[in-house]
């Protein structure tokens, strides 16, 4: 079984810097893109960031200039490192992995639960 677990959120005030976390497990051959996307209250899920698996990444406005997506194939792992932080950047941050195959040769995408961001004024 795949899983996608996020780490990282927490409280931090206006203009402070978070490292967001998201760490692939299970029987995984190979993952496309990986993406960081947030949903806040009463709002639609928006991409953040996307990544390839040959780095190359793409930044949604919301956050454009003041994030930076990485990721380590070898590990499985994920990062978005956002500074600059706004009280409108309060929402939950997601994990996604689009096109996800496994050692059976299953393909499909993927999302993890979710880590709170609250950036107080």
């Known amino acids: 079984q795949v899983q996608l677990m996020e780490s990282g959120g927490g409280l931090v005030q206006a203009g402070g810097s978070l490292r967001l976390s998201c760490a692939a497990s299970?029987?995984?051959?190979?993952?496309?893109?990986m993406g960081w996307y947030r949903q806040a209250p009463g709002k639609q899920r928006e991409l953040v960031a996307r990544?390839?698996?040959?780095?190359?990444?793409t930044y949604a406005d919301p956050l454009k200039g003041r994030c930076t997506i990485s990721r380590d194939n070898a590990k499985g792992l994920m990062y978005l490192v956002m500074n600059s932080l706004k009280p409108e950047d309060t929402a939950v941050y997601y994990c996604?992995?689009?096109?996800?195959?496994?050692?059976?040769?299953?393909?499909?995408?993927?999302w993890g639960q979710g880590t709170q961001v609250t950036v107080s004024s």
């Open positions: 990544i390839s698996s040959g780095g190359i990444t």
């Open positions: 996604h992995a689009d096109s996800v195959v496994n050692v059976e040769g299953a393909r499909r995408d993927f």
């Open positions: 299970g029987r995984i051959v190979s993952i496309d893109h």
